[in-house]
């Protein structure tokens, strides 16, 4: 800043401070001039969804392709959407990035060694390596009719919320959970290390998934978001499980939260993880377990909605293209093991 820049800046500081303006009150105004700022964008931006008219105000939200950034409050609703729809962003942890995110992480777990007085520390059995949040663009289509939008029929901020958090959120599931990683994440049951296979082929049974439990070092099993997910045909089979008595072994125990657990830990259910492969009773990998904060979900930017109005005129309807970027990588791979299904011979 040269000494003419400096002196106007005292100038203006002064000036306020004799009008009595403090920096609360500075604040303050910013914060209500960002308030207002927001609500005339999200006024134009709903606006436009329903008529589909350019509004000046939507330029610095635009995409370059006829698309908008969705106003921030509208952002926070469809994540929010997205949370009842897939397991996975309700107990790992989300990263917001702006650019693909490198991560250092250790391939094998050090340990501490005794050291004689005046003797070199050892070396350390750490390895590192990297792995990158990248964003993996996952779409929507949804078609509204003319006449539910010209005479106001749908409230179309809540239609698309719920059709944006059904279709994105379980696509994004099953990516997380068995994505090959082509044009998608890869899934954790490729990511997460082996716990056990199981001791019969073609079954699972409750000492299975004790194994796979005790496959987890201690702290990871103590973890603030340590839980099972696993096949809905496999929980299907454990619950039935009986003793020669013929009581069940699993003590079900459904918390007031509406999820079932097993061995204390919390279990959620994913239909993503049964399947139909020939010559497999079950999934070949039905159940994983640990501590799921270890799994990074790394949402690039903000969504964007295109409206569509003359591809389907003809039809009498305007389609909505709804549009986000995605990744998933398991930071530590430790964290989290998968049961394996022994094939069938």
Known sequence: ?????????????????????????????????????????????????????????????????GGYLVPDEYNMKLVEAMYENNI???????????HDLKITRTEDGGSAQWVDESHA??????????????????????LVSDELL???????????????????????????????????????????????????????????????????KQPYRHGKNTAFIMSEKVYQTLRKTRTASGRLIWNSNIKADGYDTLFGYRVYLSNHLDSTEPGFSLSTYPILFGDFSFFWIGDRGKRIIKRLTERYA??????????????????????????????TV
Not at 184 to 209: H, N, R, S, W
Request: negative net charge; glycine residues 10%; contains cysteine.
């Open 150 to 216: 010209e005479d106001s029929g749908i409230d179309l901020e809540a239609y698309i919320k719920k059709r944006f958090g059904e279709d994105m959120g379980r696509t994004e599931e099953e990516a997380f959970l068995t994505g090959d990683g082509v044009g998608k994440p890869t899934g954790l049951i490729y990511q997460a290390q082996l716990g056990t296979e199981t001791a019969e082929a073609g079954k699972v049974c409750i000492d299975d998934v004790i194994d796979l439990v005790y496959s987890l």
């Open 121 to 142: 520390y050892p070396d350390s059995d750490l390895t590192f390596g990297q792995i990158t949040l990248k964003a993996y663009k996952l779409g929507t289509k949804i």
């Open 314 to 343: 003809d039809y009498g309807q305007v389609g909505f293209i709804a549009t986000q970027r995605v990744d998933g990588k398991l930071v530590r791979p430790e964290a989290i093991k998968v049961l394996k299904v022994k094939e």
């Open 1 to 65: 800043m040269n000494t003419v820049e400096k002196y106007s800046a005292r100038l203006q500081a002064m000036k306020e401070e004799m009008d009595g303006i403090t920096p609360e009150i500075k604040a303050t105004r910013a914060t209500e001039a960002k308030r207002k700022k927001d609500a005339a964008y999200s006024k134009a931006y709903w606006e436009h969804m329903y008529t589909g008219l350019p509004e000046n105000a939507l330029r610095e939200g635009s995409d370059g392709s």
């Open 88 to 98: 996975l962003r309700g107990i790992s942890t989300i990263k917001h990035t702006d």
